[in-house]
């Protein structure tokens, strides 16, 4: 097994099975099933293993955001072959990790442009090492390279709407972007948002607590109470489902921050137990994953 190989199947098994124990063995990608599930206008959404996939199909063609693992290519393509018979024209990943561009190399070869932003080509380029997983992530091939990329904004006039992509600074990377269908209202969060657990944030790729906060913030400040709104990964949900989730990320940070102005080390923090009340009303938390967010949120303060 690749180091690469390794990657994804860890990502993926954190993704699939919620643990952070056992994450390590392979995935049979041969049992993974994409489903997809239509969500208003021209949007639906693919669930599969590794992050949720959003789509938009009409006249003009097929655009997807983010592409899970290549071995799932195929799937990805006939699930998207159920929802349109339009070629597939674009592919925006919401951030370099490999359950969200695996697919980029098959993708790019069969003709799809693929766009992210500036610093997801710069880290899938470079390769990557993701500190929180003791993980590296292997420079990626040519073709799986974003064309074109961008540095705040930037729009794709298709199917009858504006969808625009908007990048949010330091947030689970340094190269996030959520993508609201303006027509459809419908807006993908990519992992700024994860609607099962306390989310992780890379801080070791530029990820922060107060940049998931300030995507939350931005994506309430498009929502109103119509608007769908796609996680990174766990299902779809709704402005409140982002005021909650914003309400569990508020809360610890505020509680680790005044620990650490305490003096407290992470390690004190971590076996304090001080985030339960927040963990007890969230939701799946893996075994162990509340003492890695503490970890992100910790780390990343300033
Ligand atoms: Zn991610």
Do not use: C, Y
């Given at each position: 097994?690749?180091?690469?190989?390794?990657?994804?199947a860890t990502v993926a098994a954190l993704s699939l099975a919620?643990?952070?124990?056992?994450a390590l063995s392979a995935q049979d990608f041969s049992k993974v099933e994409i489903k997809a599930e239509a969500l208003r206008g021209n949007i639906s959404v693919l669930y599969g293993a590794?992050?949720?996939?959003?789509?938009?199909?009409?006249?003009?063609?097929?655009?997807?955001?983010?592409?899970?693992?290549?071995?799932?290519?195929?799937?990805?393509?006939?699930?998207?072959?159920?929802?349109?018979?339009?070629?597939?024209?674009?592919?925006?990943?919401?951030?370099?990790?490999?359950?969200?561009?695996?697919?980029n190399e098959n993708l790019g070869k069969g003709g799809a442009v693929i766009m992210a932003h500036d610093n997801v080509r710069q880290r899938l380029s470079k390769g990557a090492f993701l500190k929180a997983f003791d993980m590296k992530m292997d420079p990626a091939?040519?073709?799986a390279l974003p064309v074109v990329t961008f540095n705040d904004k930037i729009s794709l006039h298709m199917n009858g709407e504006e969808a625009r992509v908007i990048h949010v600074k330091n947030a689970h990377t340094d190269g996030d972007s959520i993508i609201f269908f303006k027509g459809s209202n419908v807006i993908?969060?990519?992992?700024?948002?994860?609607?099962?657990?306390?989310?992780?944030?890379?801080?070791?790729?530029?990820?922060?607590?107060?940049?998931?906060?300030?995507?939350?913030?931005a994506v309430l400040e498009l929502a109103n109470d119509e608007t769908i709104v796609i996680p990174g990964h766990g299902k779809v949900t709704d402005k409140a489902g982002v005021q909650a989730y914003l309400v569990?990320?508020?809360?610890?940070?505020?509680?680790?921050?005044?620990?650490?102005?305490?003096?407290k080390s992470l390690e004190d923090i971590q076996a304090s137990g001080a985030l339960a009340d927040v963990n007890a009303n969230w939701r799946a938390?893996?075994?162990?994953?509340?003492k890695k967010y503490i970890g992100f949120v910790y780390n990343s303060l300033k």
């Open positions: 097994m690749t180091l690469k190989t390794n990657l994804i919620g643990s952070i124990t056992g590794g992050g949720n996939i959003g789509v938009s199909a009409g006249d003009d063609g097929v655009f997807i955001v983010d592409d899970q693992f290549a071995p799932l290519t195929d799937k990805i393509k006939a699930a998207l072959a159920g929802i349109s018979d339009k070629p597939l024209r674009f592919v925006l990943n919401t951030h370099f990790h490999g359950d969200h561009t695996g697919g091939k040519m073709a993908h969060m990519g992992d700024t948002f994860f609607n099962d657990r306390l989310p992780f944030m890379d801080v070791s790729n530029g990820g922060s607590i107060d940049g998931v906060i300030a995507a939350a913030k569990a990320l508020e809360a610890s940070r505020k509680i680790v921050a005044a620990m650490k102005a305490e003096g938390n893996p075994e162990g994953w509340v």
